[in-house]
């Protein structure tokens, strides 16, 4: 299969590489090599290798930072995916299209089905919401897979941020009123190679997230646990719950993302991510 990637230097790209199969051919870009908000380079890029899929992991998820940079962070996370759809439905390509848990306000407490109504309360939300409208519109074979809480061991993402504050600061406050479902970058990149392996392409919208919901602080316990069995010297600082009002930034975060994955399993044999598992492989392989 040849497949275009994109946002290679992101986690899970890096983990899509990880697994791909031996007879794929891969081409993997990144914001240098081609800049998906840009309509011709994309159609000019899908033209010249004609791919069977294309991947986007690319996407603007500094949250905070969209708040201030609302231009870009459209651009990027919408604008670009309407670009990438339709390179891929001009040339029958599969497309696959990552978005996000920050499409939903937090205010449920059942979790969020594929179906269920979007409401984001920060720009970033919003921003994402609207690259699932235009690669729908562009192309309604799309996949568009929600996550959330990525965490690997590339890139930056909060198990990393938590190891390195763990050697700086003896004490930790961690927001303990913000529950979701980790997700291990390396689970939702072999999904997204289950679905393009399946013989009749999948279509429309799917969540794929953990197995388990915990809160910040919750999660923050867990990978101090699996980094002290890794090193039993490993020095465990004082973790503090606090409340969001206590933690205030410029992005609003939902108070509950939890989603229901069991359609994908029920549609396509994809498992949720196992991510206690994951988290005790790679904790101590984490990338500087």
Not at 108 to 131: F, I, L, M, W
Not at 218 to 231: L, V
Request: aromatic content about 10%; some cysteine.
């Amino acid at each position: 299969m040849r497949t275009l990637l994109t946002g290679s230097k992101g986690q899970l790209a890096r983990c899509f590489r990880d697994r791909l199969p031996e007879n794929w051919e891969l081409i993997a870009t990144d914001s240098t090599s081609l800049d998906i908000t840009d309509t011709e380079a994309v159609r000019n890029m899908v033209q010249n290798f004609q791919p069977d899929a294309i991947v986007n992991a690319a996407a603007f998820t500094a949250v905070d930072k969209a708040e201030a940079h609302v231009s870009t962070a459209f651009a990027v996370n919408a604008t670009a995916v309407h670009n990438l759809a339709s390179a891929a439905r001009a040339c029958q390509a599969r497309f696959i299209h990552i978005s996000t848990d920050y499409v939903f306000d937090g205010t449920n407490k059942t979790p969020y089905k594929e179906q269920d109504y979007t409401n984001p309360q920060s720009v970033y939300g919003r921003t994402k919401v609207s690259g699932e409208l235009l690669a729908l519109a562009a192309n309604p074979d799309s996949v568009i897979i929600r996550t959330s809480w990525l965490f690997s061991e590339y890139g930056n993402n909060f198990v990393k941020t938590m190891i390195r504050l763990a050697g700086e600061r003896d004490n930790l406050s961690i927001v303990h009123d913000q529950t979701g479902s980790p997700t291990y970058a390396g689970d939702l990149a072999q999904a997204i190679i289950t679905l393009l392996q399946q013989p009749v392409a999948p279509r429309g919208i799917y969540h794929y997230g953990g197995n388990k919901s915990v809160t910040w602080y919750e999660f923050a316990q867990a990978i101090f646990q699996a980094a002290q069995q890794q090193a039993p010297n490993f020095r465990v600082p004082q973790l503090n719950a606090i409340t969001t009002d206590q933690y205030p930034l410029p992005a609003p975060r939902p108070a509950y993302s939890i989603m229901d994955c069991q359609k994908i399993e029920n549609e396509c044999g994809i498992k949720a991510s196992d991510w206690q598992k994951a988290l005790n492989e790679i904790i101590g392989k984490l990338d500087n």
